[in-house]
């Protein structure tokens, strides 16, 4: 069966320090990879989507960037954090061949200090 | 390009009261429509889906929505609600062809009330 783990659960960082959240996948291939942020009031919203190794496309310009260096790792990273990427942090796989079925990993939450 | 509106971001039931969730959904193509549980700092789990087959979707814990393209909705509805319900639920839309995701709601928080 497939999981997909995420971590870490928690983490509280300084303004201006690096960032890196990791997100595997196991058992499937070449699966759709997603990371979406959570902020207070505003719901999920979608920023960077992968749809194969190295293969990253980003829905909101931001302070963050994304990179999948194995199929089944993706990973989000900032090189200097801002009080603003404060957030629950999601990351979600899909099957190409399956259009509506997404799971998603249980979060990180990020606070920016 | 898709959306999705969430009615209220908070509602407040009695235990054992109808739970009604609202969403509206904007879509250029026939929609998958979904709606997600989050408790607190989980991520999301799946009640139900819709994929264009019956109109009406039996999910999990109880829950049921009902498409109806004539209104682009897609309500949450549960008979009877259940202190375990309170939790913060999104509705979400795919127009299935691309990799670009779901997009969501805004999310809304189910109080329910003993």
């Known amino acids: 069966s497939q999981t997909i783990h995420q971590w870490p659960a928690t983490l509280v960082q300084p303004v201006g320090s690096p960032l890196s959240l990791e997100c595997t996948v196991e058992?499937?291939?070449?699966?759709?990879l997603y990371w979406y942020r959570q902020a207070a009031g505003r719901g999920l919203q979608l920023l960077f989507y992968?749809?194969?190794?190295?293969?990253i496309s980003s829905e909101v310009p931001q302070n963050l960037s994304a990179s999948r260096p194995q199929d089944r790792q993706f990973i989000l990273s900032s090189k200097k954090l801002l009080l603003s990427d404060s957030g629950f942090y999601l990351c979600?796989?899909?099957?190409?061949?399956?259009?509506?079925?997404?799971?998603f990993g249980s979060g990180t939450r990020l606070t920016v200090v | 390009a898709q959306s999705v509106t969430q009615l209220g971001s908070h509602v407040s039931v009695s235990e054992g009261a109808l739970v009604l969730l609202r969403c509206n959904y904007s879509?250029?193509?026939?929609?998958?429509l979904f709606w997600y549980v989050q408790y607190p700092n989980q991520g999301l789990q799946l009640l139900l889906k819709y994929t264009s087959a019956a109109t009406l979707v039996k999910g999990i814990n109880g829950f049921e929505a009902e498409f109806k393209k004539s209104e682009t909705s897609f309500h949450l509805t549960k008979p009877s609600a259940h202190m375990s319900d309170a939790a913060e639920y999104f509705c979400a839309v795919s127009e299935g062809g691309g990799a670009d995701g779901l997009t969501f709601g805004k999310g809304t928080h189910l109080i329910i009330q003993p």
């Open positions: 992968s749809v194969g190794i190295g293969q």
């Open positions: 979600a796989w899909r099957d190409p061949g399956r259009v509506y079925g997404y799971t």
């Open positions: 879509s250029s193509v026939p929609p998958y």
């Open positions: 058992g499937t291939s070449n699966p759709n």
